[in-house]
């Protein structure tokens, strides 16, 4: 079962297989203004975040590939962490696994107080790890998280861009090197014009028809 909120600033994905815990941290994040999407398995979350299992022999190592679905923006995940099947431990691990989806702030919530489950959910990359039942003001905590993750998505695309006009910037010059190229090789294969054949040329064009001729006007003729 899956339910959408509306349009608003942060989008939160809650993964809870209790029916009243969902409906609980849905009207918490809607209280607090964030959009909200429910499931109730972590199955179903890798789905909504564009992510299916494949079928393994093994159940206990189960793979995640990219799906064609479309992409749905999430800034965070909040999900518990006793589930059938897809524990919140092993949502995290997939989401912190994948290339597209690791940015992700994720959040594990559980009724049981375990140091060591907190512990190893911390360390797996767990941002916070909230005792049923959240209250409200838990959720107060969740805002840095979400900007921290998003001031990262800005420098990361901010690199991209560079990266590609520096690309564009060394093509460039580079094409400019092989035009030059290529002019320096047309020069080259040019005939070469012998020096003395040019001075003839230059001696030729300087002379004028009167003098290329002798004169005999005037000159008287004695017999």
Known sequence: MVMAAADSQFHVLAVD?????????????????????????????????????????SPDSPSVSPSNQQEVGVNLVITDYCMPGMTG????????????????????????????????CLEEGAEEFFLKPVRLSDLSRLIPHIMKTKSKDQNQGKEENEEKQEESSESLEASQEQDQQVVDQQQQQQPAVPANSNKRKAMEEG????????????????V
């Open 207 to 222: 002379l004028s028809p009167d003098r290329t001729r002798p004169r005999y006007n005037g000159i008287t003729t004695v």
């Open 89 to 120: 431990y092993d949502l995290l691990k997939k989401i912190k696994e994948s290339s597209s989806l690791r940015n992700i702030p994720v959040v594990i919530m559980s009724s049981e107080n375990v140091p060591s489950r907190i512990n190893r």
């Open 17 to 57: 297989d209790s029916l009243i815990d969902r409906k609980l941290i849905e009207k918490l994040l809607k209280t607090s203004s964030y959009q909200v999407t429910t499931v109730d398995s972590g199955s179903k979350a890798l789905e909504f975040l564009g992510l299916y299992e494949d079928d393994q022999s």
